[in-house]
Nanobody
Framework: VQLVESGGGLVQPGGSLRLSCAGS????????MSWYRQAPKKGRELVAS????????NYADSAKGRFTISRDNAKNTASLQMNSLKPEDTAVYYC????????????WGQGTQVTVSS
């Protein structure tokens, strides 16, 4: 099983980034997908999630109105479009796949660094 994130990098405040997560070797379309982040010296926090069929999304208050989560089950990918980025969005972003019927059945990506700085 693999979840591979890409798309992180350095961006100026107000800029945009699009993170992608590619899943393989599991039934991607049956899993809810989420993006978490962890800033230095802070715990991991949920940023956004999307249900297996893509019918429902959920966002942290800090992400509402700026970030958009999406998925393409035909391509086994999930994405996080991040706009109007702020320095406080700086963190390592992780992709998560979780079986909605068994929360213990979940997978994590290795993380991708997002740095928002001028």
């Amino acid at each position: 099983v693999q979840l591979v994130e890409s798309g992180g990098g350095l961006v100026q405040p107000g800029g945009s980034l699009r993170l992608s997560c590619a899943g393989s070797a599991f039934a991607f379309s049956r899993y809810d997908m989420s993006w978490y982040r962890q800033a230095p010296k802070k715990g991991r926090e949920l940023v956004a999630s999307i249900t297996s069929a893509g019918g429902s999304t959920n966002y942290a208050d800090s992400a509402k109105g700026r970030f958009t989560i999406s998925r393409d089950n035909a391509k086994n990918t999930a994405s996080l479009q991040m706009n109007s980025l702020k320095p406080e969005d700086t963190a390592v972003y992780y992709c998560n796949a979780q079986n909605p019927w068994d929360k213990r059945d979940e997978y994590w990506g290795q993380g991708t660094q997002v740095t928002v700085s001028s």
